[in-house]
């Protein structure tokens, strides 16, 4: 796709939000797993970065590709909805997510599924591994790059920040952060568990170019991640403001949906609701 894109592609994307948000539903459903709202917020990101601007394709071997550490490895389903779409591996094994025995695990582990880059869902790492890829890269004078999706409660670990400063000593232009700022964690707000404001000036303030966009409008989305790097030698960090839960009108912004699954009338509300 182009850099820019007509209202008929725009469309298409908007469709595959849709129908991802209804496998994410569905597998919740069916699993009892938590964190349906962290995956609900997520989409569009993982759709632009897919379908738009990652150079990785499922046939892709070798270290030489675009790398995506899902560091908010708890949201989980929406990365295997998203790999499903694009043909990483059959559809049908998302009806195992999260049963025991399945490929499928609650949080994302490495092989077990092609596409899955590293293990994730202990928070606060994925920043440094993928500053780690960047400069590998960038030592193997490889032209890809290294993103790392980030939910907004892991921002209150200090070793988030201590590969911020890593990545800004080493000029790591090839690293792309896009923080999915929801707003709401574990317990409660961010704002009231650990405010990250002012976000973008201490990302500034660590050596980033920062921007903000509306995290469910794709063509922002799109237009940041094909605009990065924002600044030569400096690292970009996407701050994108979601809503946990979105696309579901009674999951939108509640607290609840962070562990809560859907029983089956609430399901059959939700597919309502997204058809």
Request: positive net charge; proline residues 3%.
């Amino acid at each position: 796709m182009s850099k820019t894109f007509n209202k008929n592609q725009l469309a298409g994307l908007e469709e595959i939000a849709k129908e991802l948000r209804r496998e994410i539903v569905t597998m919740h459903a069916l699993s009892g797993n938590s964190h349906i709202g962290s995956s609900l917020s997520v989409v569009e990101i993982l759709i632009a970065l897919y379908f738009y601007s990652l150079d990785l394709s499922p046939g892709c071997r070798g270290k030489k590709k675009d790398r995506l550490i899902f560091s908010k490895g708890h949201a989980s389903s929406s990365l295997y909805a998203v790999l499903a779409k694009k043909g990483f591996f059959s559809k049908d094994l998302l009806k195992s997510y999260c049963v025991d025995g399945t490929k499928l695990a609650g949080h994302c582990i490495i092989n077990c599924v092609p596409g899955i880059e590293a293990s994730t869902g202990s928070l606060g790492h994925g920043l440094s591994m993928g500053a780690g890829l960047a400069i590998g890269m960038r030592a193997e004078r490889e032209k890809h790059r290294a993103f790392v999706i980030l939910s907004d409660g892991e921002c209150q670990e200090g070793s988030v920040w201590e590969a911020a400063m890593f990545a800004s000593q080493h000029k790591l232009d090839n690293l792309v952060a896009i923080i999915d700022y929801n707003k709401l964690q574990a317990f409660g707000k961010t704002s009231e568990v650990m405010d990250l404001e002012p976000l973008s000036k201490k990302w500034f303030s660590f050596g980033w170019e920062a921007r903000e966009i509306n995290g469910h409008n794709l063509p922002q989305v799109i237009k940041a991640l094909s605009e990065a790097p924002f600044k030569k030698d400096k690292p970009s960090v996407i701050i994108a403001h979601t809503v946990k839960g979105k696309g579901i009108s009674f999951m939108e912004n509640q607290l609840l949906w962070h562990y809560k699954s859907p029983n089956k009338d609430e399901l059959r509300k939700a597919l309502r609701e997204l058809d």
